[in-house]
């Protein structure tokens, strides 16, 4: 096993912290790992991504579920439009983008750079809600949803997660506590089947356009993924949520703004 892997694997635990810390948040540190610390060219790592984030958020909604923390009316409402939008953006629209979109004297603007620009600026739109935290929004009786608003933002969600390799759950957290009216707790729990159902439909679009996938080292990454969301489920029950988000926004901040300087300043 090369040094550059290991190193991956043992970083991939903390993709799984952040899941289960956060509710959200693996896909922002499972790109990056994947294409500058183990090599993955940029369209291939957000297939890997959508793997190990729908894989690992399946384990933790279902430790969420038995704890009784899961929508599941909302898991379905949100989630068919998200499923939908995800899988037909992995199977049409990112396999229809040109390897190089526009070149000039002194820059190429290509696939892979654009997406890697686009998670950047999705980064940085994440952090902001994260060092801004969220207060909860309690609500015990029933109300009226808006199915529009929803529809068109698990769409949306859907496209943003498939162009990305994102799972989404730092934007279908707080469309839930806004539009669809579920406290925090229950939102998060939501959110993890959500993100594991349009992230797994997602990557099955990239199988069927016959990516060649690295099969063991998706299987370890993984691995190494939900053995990190047990644990921050633990560490969860004993750190304040809104220090861990605030601290986690601030970092996903510096990352996003890296990325950007190096893919557009530094390639």
Do not use: C
């Not at 002194?106 to 686009?118: A, G, P, Q, R």
């Not at 980064?123 to 902001?128: D, N, R, T, Y």
């Not at 370890?220 to 560490?235: H, K, Q, V």
């Not at 029950?237 to 996003?256: C, E, H, I, R, Y």
């Amino acid at each position: 096993m090369e040094t550059s892997q290991f190193i991956g694997y043992i970083l991939a635990i903390f993709v799984g912290m952040t899941l289960g810390l956060l509710g959200s948040g693996g896909s922002i540190l499972s790109v990056p790992i994947l294409v500058y610390v183990m090599g993955i060219e940029p369209t291939l790592a957000t297939a890997y991504s959508l793997f190990v984030i729908g894989t690992t958020s399946l384990v933790g909604g279902i430790h969420k579920a038995k704890q009784k923390l899961v929508d599941f009316y909302k898991v379905v409402l949100f989630g068919i439009p998200a499923i939908i939008s995800v899988f037909i953006t992995r199977k049409i629209l990112v396999p229809r983008i040109p390897d190089v979109i526009f070149s000039t004297e002194n820059f190429t603007l290509t696939k892979s750079i654009l997406m890697m620009v686009v998670f950047a600026f999705v980064m940085i739109f994440a952090s902001v809600r994260m060092i801004k935290p969220l207060k909860e929004k309690i609500v015990y009786e029933e109300v009226k949803f808006n199915y529009f608003k929803i529809t068109f933002m698990g769409v949306l969600i859907g496209i943003v997660s498939g162009f990305v390799g994102a799972g989404g759950g730092f934007l279908i957290v707080p469309t839930l506590l806004f539009f669809a009216n579920t406290p925090m707790k229950m939102a998060v729990g939501t959110s993890l089947f959500i993100v594991s159902a349009q992230s797994l439909i997602g990557f099955t679009g990239d199988i069927l356009s016959d990516q060649i996938i690295d099969w063991k080292l998706l299987e370890y990454f993984t691995l190494a993924s939900i053995i990190g969301i047990f644990i921050g489920n633990f560490i969860a029950k004993k750190v304040a949520d809104d220090k861990l988000k605030t601290s986690f926004g601030w970092f996903v901040l510096a990352m996003g703004i890296y990325i950007l300087i190096r893919e557009l300043f530094l390639s």
